[in-house]
């Protein structure tokens, strides 16, 4: 499995809208981190989709290692360990 860029070392928050669907960047190369622009194609990643079920803040994953999808999941606390 390829492994994706690393653009933040931390979380993002956003602001959702509830019903809305996201599309997470998961290669890391998306000029508009959190979300996907397209720079995946040509490789294995794929967007990933984040469907909001309340608005409010979400933390997006910004190191782009979540094991269950596009919300932070502490994964990059030891990524620099």
């Known amino acids: 499995m390829p492994t994706p860029n690393i653009p933040q070392k931390s979380p993002l928050p956003i602001l959702v809208e509830a ?12 000029r508009s981190q959190p979300f996907c622009d397209g720079a995946h194609k040509g490789s294995a990643f ?9 608005s409010g803040i979400v933390y997006f994953c910004g190191c782009k290692h979540a094991k269950q999808g596009a919300l932070c999941d502490g994964s990059h606390k030891a990524l620099w360990n």
């Open 46 to 54: 794929t967007p990933v989709p984040y469907k909001a079920e309340a």
């Open 19 to 30: 019903g809305k669907t996201y599309y997470w960047c998961s290669c890391g190369h998306s």
